[in-house]
């Protein structure tokens, strides 16, 4: 029995790679709420998708697939972001309601750092 494969290295490689493209688009839309990953995993799968087409034009289903799923993830993450921005700036108050805040946070930052330093045998000695 001869139990080789009839299918060549280059298609065995496209192969995995148009299914890890598939399963990294998959998680690109599932985390294009968290903007970073859709990002990172979306543009991968598009990557493995255009790698998996090997010589061809056309890549395989699984490769369509994470083609179409980590755009899907790019476009979602990009609205996502867009959504996020647009609601910091509503409540805030527009960018210089946003740089108030920061500055606000920031000196009570420093004040806090004021208070780390304080050391005495009483706790309640600061009230």
């Known amino acids: ?33 968290c903007i970073y990953p859709a990002f990172i995993c979306g543009s991968l799968a598009i990557i493995f998708a255009l790698i998996s087409r ?6 395989n289903s699984y490769g369509k697939a994470g083609l179409i799923l980590g755009t899907i993830g790019l476009i979602l993450g990009f609205l996502f972001m867009l959504f996020y921005i647009m609601i910091l700036l509503s409540d ?31 706790p309640y000695d600061f009230l």
């Open 1 to 33: 029995m001869d139990y080789e494969s009839n299918k060549s290295y280059i298609e065995m490689r496209s192969a995995g790679m148009s299914l890890a493209s598939m399963v990294i688009g998959i998680f690109g839309v599932v985390t294009s709420c």
């Open 92 to 122: 805030m108050g527009g960018t210089d309601g946003y740089m108030n805040y920061m500055e606000d946070f920031i000196e009570e930052m420093e004040e806090m750092e004021e208070w780390e330093d304080f050391d005495s045998s009483d």
């Open 54 to 59: 090997g010589g061809e034009m056309h890549p």
